[in-house]
Nanobody
Framework: VQLQASGGGLVQAGGSLRLSCAVS????????IGWFRQAPGKEREFVAS????????MYASSVKGRFTISRDKAKNTVYLQMNSLNPADTAVYYC????????????????????WGQGTQVTVSS
């Protein structure tokens, strides 16, 4: 199983970036893909998630309305479009795959995800 995150970089406040998470070696029908981020000295926190099958996406309140998560099933890739970035968004962003065990399982915690990518750095300058 491999999750390859990419697309990070340096951007000015107010700018945009699109992160990609390419997944291989895993049948994703029973999984959700989540994005988390970790700033220096802080715990890893939930950003957004999307169920591979069916509908359903969730966002942290801090990014709702600015970030959009989407998937391309043909490419086995999940995207995180990040707009109106601000310095508080600076962090290493990780994508992860978590198996859905219940219909209404929210999958918001680090422990809900079994497979993790290597992370991509996002730096927003003021």
């Amino acid at each position: 199983v491999q999750l390859q995150a990419s697309g990070g970089g340096l951007v000015q406040a107010g700018g945009s970036l699109r992160l990609s998470c390419a997944v291989s070696g895993l049948s994703l029908d029973d999984y959700a893909i989540g994005w988390f981020r970790q700033a220096p000295g802080k715990e890893r926190e939930f950003v957004a998630s999307i169920r591979w099958s069916g509908s359903g996406s969730m966002y942290a309140s801090s990014v709702k309305g600015r970030f959009t998560i989407s998937r391309d099933k043909a490419k086995n890739t999940v995207y995180l479009q990040m707009n109106s970035l601000n310095p508080a968004d600076t962090a290493v962003y990780y994508c992860a795959a978590g198996r859905i065990l219940a219909v209404n399982q929210p999958l918001l915690r680090v422990g809900d995800y079994e497979h993790w990518g290597q992370g991509t750095q996002v730096t927003v300058s003021s």
